[in-house]
């Protein structure tokens, strides 16, 4: 009997080890392949996604496909993004230690573990009641304590938290909310995917500079639409 616990002792403790290991594994083969091999060159940015644990914020019945190289369904018609447009859109950002950013679109809460890794803080909207609770579970179970969540439409963006050093809308919108523009800081830069319809969409790199508003076109990409409490 002894040696029979001992035994099942032993095998429930090497296949921990092995998943954790195997995760490890694909995370350092996903940062390789899918961000070193393209155009991922930011370090925090690289860092960040070895660290953060995307099989956390995806559902038990595909945590074996966290890693590869696409969107997943996060539930409630929405998806957690592809690993390499998290890790474009962290990098376009130019952060910095002391940096406040506002996300709109919680989803799973991946996006923002990986920019809490980086900047001081990160407030985060999310207007699927459902999707924002179990995310700020979520993080608050993996030990994020600098992501500040609310349920909500982020069109009207966070006031009383704002003027924020970075914003990222990880929702397509059809026209940039003229909110999120004026809750940007000085010397702020946004990135959020503009276009009509799905899969017609650019991530749009806006910065703030002087008062002045630029947009530049950056990669075209496919979003999930950014909705509105009345649609
Ligand atoms: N960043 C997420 C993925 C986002 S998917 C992650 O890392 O998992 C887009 C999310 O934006 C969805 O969860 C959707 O419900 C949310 N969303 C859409 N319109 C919104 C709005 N007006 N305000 C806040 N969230 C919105």
């Not at 059809?174 to 999120?180: D, R």
């Amino acid at each position: 009997m002894y040696r029979i616990v001992t035994i099942l002792v032993i095998i429930c403790f090497a296949d921990n080890v092995n998943g954790q290991d195997n995760y490890a594994t694909q995370r350092e083969r996903m940062v390789h392949t899918q961000l070193l091999g393209r155009d991922i060159y930011d370090i925090k940015t690289l860092d960040a996604m070895r660290e953060v644990k995307r099989h956390e914020f995806v559902p038990t019945s595909i945590k074996y496909m966290a890693y590869t190289d696409g969107p997943l369904n996060i539930g409630h018609n929405q998806t957690i993004s592809q690993p390499y447009i998290v890790a474009y859109m962290t990098q376009e950002l130019k952060l910095k230690p002391n940096d406040r950013v506002l996300e709109i679109g919680t989803g799973s809460g991946y996006q923002a573990a990986v920019l809490a890794k980086i900047v001081d803080s990160v407030y985060t909207i999310e207007i699927v009641e459902p999707l924002g609770i179990s995310a700020d579970k979520r993080l608050k179970r993996l030990g994020y304590k600098n992501v500040y969540t609310r349920i909500g439409d982020g069109y009207h963006g966070w006031p009383d938290k704002a003027p924020f050093d970075a914003i990222i809308v990880t929702a397509g919108v059809k026209e940039i909310p003229p909110v999120l523009l004026d809750q940007l800081a000085e010397g702020g830069r946004m990135i959020i995917p503009v276009g009509k319809t799905l899969f017609h969409r650019n991530l749009m790199l806006v910065t703030k500079k002087n008062g002045k508003i630029k947009a530049k076109k950056r990669i075209p990409v496919a979003f999930v639409p950014f909705t509105r409490k009345n649609e």
